[in-house]
C-alpha cells in the first residue's frame, strides 16, 4: 500500500493542480479572516472557522475527483486490478494520499491564527478542537468524493457528485428547523454542523467520532463494493 500512496501523492504535488486548490481555498478564506479584523477592527477566527466547511465542500471533491475518474479514463485501472494488493488497500492508498492533500491545505491555513495569537491572545485549545473538526469533517467528505469518483470515469462527473453528496450532508443541520418534528433530530445528526460545533467548544463526544468514523467508513464501503463489481465485470 505504502508505494501505491506514494505515488498518488506525487501525482498531486508533481502537477499545478494541488497548489492551485490549496492556493484558491487560503485565498477565499483569508478573505474571510482579514474583513472583520480590517474592516470591523474584531480579532476573531468566527468568519474563517464559519465559511470553511463550506468551502470544503468545493475543495475536497476537487481533490478526490481524479482519484478512480482518471484511472478508468485513461485505461490504467485494469492495470491496477491485476497488482497483487487487496482492493480496501488500494483505495485506503488514494483515500491517505487526498489526505495529505487537504492536511495540507489545513496546515497552510494556520497562518491565520498564528496571526491573531501575534496580535493578541488565542485560545489555542479551541482551536485546536475546531482544526480537529474540520479535518474529521474534511475525511467525511473524501469518502464521499472517493466513492464518487468509483461511479464514473469523468471527473467533472465526479466533482459533481461528490459536491452534491457533501452539500447534502451539509446543509441538513441547516434546514432541519423546516423539517417535521420527528426527522429534526435525524437531521440534526446526520448533518456535519452539530458535529463540529461540539468539536469547536472543545466537546470531545464518543458520539461525533462514532458519526465522522462510521460515515466515512461507510462510503469507503460503497467504494470497495463499486471497485469489486468493476474487478468482476
Given at each position: 500500500?505504502?508505494?501505491?500512496?506514494?505515488?498518488?501523492?506525487?501525482a498531486?504535488?508533481?502537477?499545478?493542480?494541488?497548489?492551485?486548490?490549496?492556493?484558491?481555498?487560503?485565498?477565499?478564506?483569508?478573505?474571510?479572516?482579514?474583513?472583520?479584523?480590517?474592516?470591523?477592527?474584531?480579532?476573531?477566527?468566527?468568519?474563517?472557522?464559519?465559511?470553511?466547511?463550506?468551502?470544503?465542500?468545493?475543495?475536497?471533491?476537487?481533490?478526490?475527483?481524479?482519484?478512480?475518474?482518471?484511472?478508468?479514463k485513461?485505461?490504467?485501472?485494469?492495470?491496477?486490478?491485476?497488482?497483487?494488493?487487496?482492493?480496501?488497500?488500494l483505495?485506503?492508498?488514494?483515500?491517505?494520499?487526498?489526505?495529505?492533500?487537504?492536511?495540507f491545505?489545513?496546515?497552510?491555513?494556520?497562518?491565520?491564527?498564528?496571526?491573531?495569537?501575534?496580535?493578541?491572545?488565542?485560545?489555542?485549545?479551541?482551536?485546536?478542537?475546531?482544526?480537529?473538526?474540520?479535518?474529521?469533517?474534511?475525511?467525511?467528505?473524501?469518502?464521499?468524493?472517493?466513492?464518487?469518483?468509483?461511479?464514473?470515469?469523468?471527473?467533472?462527473?465526479?466533482?459533481?457528485?461528490?459536491?452534491l453528496?457533501?452539500?447534502?450532508?451539509?446543509?441538513?443541520?441547516?434546514?432541519?428547523?423546516?423539517?417535521?418534528?420527528?426527522?429534526?433530530?435525524?437531521?440534526?445528526?446526520?448533518?456535519i454542523?452539530?458535529?463540529?460545533?461540539?468539536?469547536?467548544?472543545?466537546?470531545?463526544?464518543?458520539?461525533?467520532?462514532?458519526?465522522?468514523?462510521?460515515?466515512?467508513?461507510?462510503?469507503?464501503?460503497?467504494?470497495?463494493?463499486?471497485?469489486?463489481?468493476?474487478?468482476?465485470?
Open positions: 500500500m505504502w508505494p501505491l500512496y506514494k505515488k498518488e501523492a506525487r498531486y504535488f508533481n502537477t499545478p493542480s494541488a497548489y492551485v486548490v490549496i492556493v484558491v481555498l487560503l485565498l477565499i478564506s483569508g478573505y474571510f479572516f482579514a474583513e472583520p479584523l480590517f474592516l470591523s477592527n474584531v480579532s476573531s477566527l468566527s468568519a474563517f472557522t464559519g465559511i470553511l466547511p463550506l468551502l470544503l465542500v468545493f475543495f475536497v471533491p476537487a481533490v478526490t475527483m481524479r482519484l478512480f475518474a482518471e484511472e478508468v485513461s485505461g490504467t485501472v485494469e492495470i491496477l486490478m491485476t497488482l497483487p494488493i487487496e482492493d480496501y488497500k483505495l485506503l492508498a488514494k483515500y491517505f494520499a487526498a489526505l495529505t492533500v487537504i492536511l491545505a489545513l496546515a497552510g491555513s494556520l497562518i491565520f491564527p498564528g496571526t491573531l495569537a501575534a496580535l493578541g491572545s488565542l485560545d489555542w485549545g479551541a482551536t485546536f478542537g475546531t482544526y480537529a473538526g474540520l479535518f474529521f469533517t474534511a475525511a467525511v467528505m473524501a469518502g464521499m468524493g472517493l466513492f464518487a469518483s468509483t461511479l464514473t470515469k469523468n471527473q467533472i462527473v465526479a466533482f459533481i457528485l461528490g459536491f453528496v457533501a452539500f447534502v450532508f451539509y446543509i441538513l443541520g441547516k434546514i432541519q428547523i423546516f423539517l417535521p418534528l420527528w426527522l429534526q433530530p435525524i437531521a440534526t445528526f446526520a448533518g454542523d452539530s458535529h463540529l460545533d461540539n468539536i469547536s467548544r472543545g466537546i470531545l463526544d464518543s458520539r461525533d467520532l462514532i458519526y465522522y468514523f462510521s460515515t466515512a467508513g461507510f462510503f469507503l464501503f460503497l467504494s470497495y463494493l463499486q471497485l469489486n463489481s468493476k474487478r468482476w465485470r
